[in-house]
């Protein structure tokens, strides 16, 4: 299960006039001067740059993740896990953390800060889904079974602090996933159409949370482009934050496009215009590291998701930071790509080490990161073949072998 599609399309650009007059140099320049946002680092201490990868189905598990960690990004997001998945125990519990290689404590000591993202369709198995993972499932599994049958708001015993010291960041919900509704279920984006039931489940995770714990949301800027839904929209955005919610990342697409076409810079920042004191991250149509600078410069967010211009190119955490740092951002070396690609490969071999042919496995999840990854390779359409056929870790290696020896700078794409 995931938010995916099927149909992510090529890079568009946003819509957003005026940006090209915009120099992300000078923007990033002056963020690195200013220092981490205190309204980030107030939520999560170590959010301390404007950027951060987001959650994306079949790609940002744990391995994904530290990648991007070892590349500066400051904080990660889970993909959406079902609360129903979350609540049987099942394969979507694992998916969140890096099962044995980390002893099973979420994404383990190299995975943090994390947020955690779950979707679902009724408020107390929300609720009961958020405080399993935030607990890590100390209470005994019927426990939380019989949360999520209560009426939503019923008082439980306060959790143990030691049992989630070190576990989720924050949960974040998702209210932006397009997949179609389930069994007439509204669920991710379906609910910005059905207001009353977004509002529910917000409202009964944050009660059911420690108030230590931030709760935050994922987002489209609406259902849809009329003015009912936009009107939605207002509504839901009011009531989270007055329930608590710490910040929302808003994906500036409709849920109706989708993935498909461009996203809306301009409504975008007239939604942070509207909300001046609430903390907007924003989504949507981030390709190069440029893009992240020249979307706060033009829209106000206080942070930039960082979705499919991640996959493939954990590097462009690196060229954030340079940027920041008032450095020219480096394209990686061929060594650089290299390393990444081994390292990436045997990180996911940990995370899948509990499937019944983690190898096999790995390797076909692997061939999608192959396939991006190729395109920073001056042999892209060759490597691309390559990476595509392999079966096993010492196939991986026999394509770095072969394609990733040169010793000399190459450009990014
Ligand atoms: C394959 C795929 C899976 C995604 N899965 C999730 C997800 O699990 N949770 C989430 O909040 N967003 C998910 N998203 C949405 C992205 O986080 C992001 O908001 C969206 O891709 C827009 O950013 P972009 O245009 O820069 O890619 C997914 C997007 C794609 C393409």
């Known amino acids: 299960m995931g938010c995916s599609t099927g149909n992510a399309t090529p890079p568009t650009p946003a819509i957003a006039p005026g940006s090209e007059e915009i120099d ?3 923007v990033a320049r002056e963020l690195g001067e200013r ?19 987001a959650g994306l189905a079949g790609y940002s598990d744990a391995a994904m993740r530290i990648v991007a960690r070892r590349h500066g990004c400051p904080l990660c997001v889970t993909e959406a896990l079902l609360d129903r998945t979350l609540l049987a125990g099942g394969r979507g519990f694992a998916k969140a953390d890096l099962g044995e290689l980390f002893d099973n404590v979420p994404g383990g000591e190299d995975d943090h800060p994390l947020v955690g993202q779950i979707m679902g369709s009724d408020p107390a198995e929300m609720a009961a889904a958020a405080l399993k993972m935030i607990e890590q ?28 010291a070190d576990t989720f960041a924050a949960i974040d919900l998702n209210l932006a996933c397009p997949v179609k509704k389930i069994a007439r279920k509204a669920r991710g984006g379906h609910w910005l159409a059905e207001p009353d039931g977004a509002i529910a489940i917000v409202r009964a995770v944050r009660d059911a949370l420690p108030s230590r714990v931030p709760v935050t949301i994922k987002v489209r800027r609406s259902f849809d482009d009329t003015p009912e839904m936009a009107a939605n929209f207002d509504r839901i955005m009011d009531a989270c934050f007055e329930a608590g919610v710490a910040w929302a990342t808003v994906h500036a697409r409709t849920v109706q496009q989708k993935y498909i076409g461009p996203s809306r810079w301009d409504l975008l920042r007239e939604i942070v215009r509207k909300n001046p004191d609430r903390v907007i991250l924003g989504s949507g149509d981030i390709w190069s590291v440029s893009d992240i600078f020249r979307m706060i410069s033009y829209t106000g967010v206080a942070g930039v998701s960082v979705a499919r211009g991640c996959i493939g190119n954990p590097w462009i955490f690196r060229q954030a930071r340079q940027m920041m740092a008032g450095e020219a951002p480096t394209a990686p070396t061929i060594d650089e790509q290299r390393e990444v690609l081994l390292s990436h490969f045997e990180l996911a071999l940990g995370v899948n080490a509990q499937m019944r042919r983690p190898e096999l496995h790995t390797a076909k999840a692997m061939r999608k990161f192959g396939i991006r990854f190729a395109a920073h390779h001056p042999e892209g359409e060759t490597v691309r073949r390559a990476m595509i056929a392999v079966e096993s870790l010492d196939d991986w290696r026999k394509v770095l072998d072969e394609h990733y020896n040169a010793r000399e700078k190459i450009t990014a794409s």
């Not at 599994?141 to 015993?157: C, K, L």
């Open 35 to 53: 220092g981490p946002d205190p309204r980030l680092t107030d939520i999560v201490p170590a959010f301390d740059a404007p950027f951060f990868q």
């Open 24 to 26: 992300a140099e000078a």
């Open 137 to 164: 499932g100390a209470r005994p599994d019927r426990v939380y079974r019989q949360m999520a049958e209560q009426s939503p708001g019923t008082e439980h015993a306060a959790p143990d602090d030691a049992a989630h």
